[in-house]
Nanobody, 124 residues
Framework: QVQLVESGGGLVQAGGSLRISCAAS????????MAWFRQAPGKEREFTAR????????FYADSVKGRFTISRDNAKNTVYLQMNSLKPEDTAVYYC?????????????????WGQGTQVTVSS
């Protein structure tokens, strides 16, 4: 059983930056694909970014490509999401997720464990 705890959310002005973190425990962290999803008010949860256990590559939703960077530190069992050039439409609860396999990387069903979420609010 893997536990995921997000932190680092908050209020930031448009154009600003924020880094959120997700600490994992209870499993072999480096074996898991890690991802970030987000859910804006009144909308469904959507895929944002994903990184494999090796950290060798990453892929992103088109809406955040070029602005967000996902990374991981396997020694610290932590995955990060660096968010730059933030826009009001980035306002959402951001969730960390872990997957044991590479199936359905952009779908919620592809993930085995979820954190509780951290709120990111971008003011205009």
């Amino acid at each position: 059983q893997v536990q995921l705890v997000e932190s680092g959310g908050g209020l930031v002005q448009a154009g600003g930056s924020l880094r959120i973190s997700c600490a994992a425990s209870g499993g072999t962290f480096s074996r898991y694909y890690m991802a970030w999803f987000r859910q804006a008010p009144g909308k469904e949860r959507e895929f944002t970014a994903r990184i494999p256990g090796s950290g060798a590559y990453a892929f992103y939703a088109d809406s955040v490509k070029g602005r967000f960077t996902i990374s991981r530190d396997n020694a610290k069992n932590t995955v990060y999401l660096q968010m730059n050039s933030l826009k009001p439409e980035d306002t959402a609860v951001y969730y960390c997720a872990a997957a044991a396999t590479g199936i359905a990387p952009r779908a919620e069903s592809g993930y085995d464990y979820w954190g509780q979420g951290t709120q990111v609010t971008v003011s205009s």
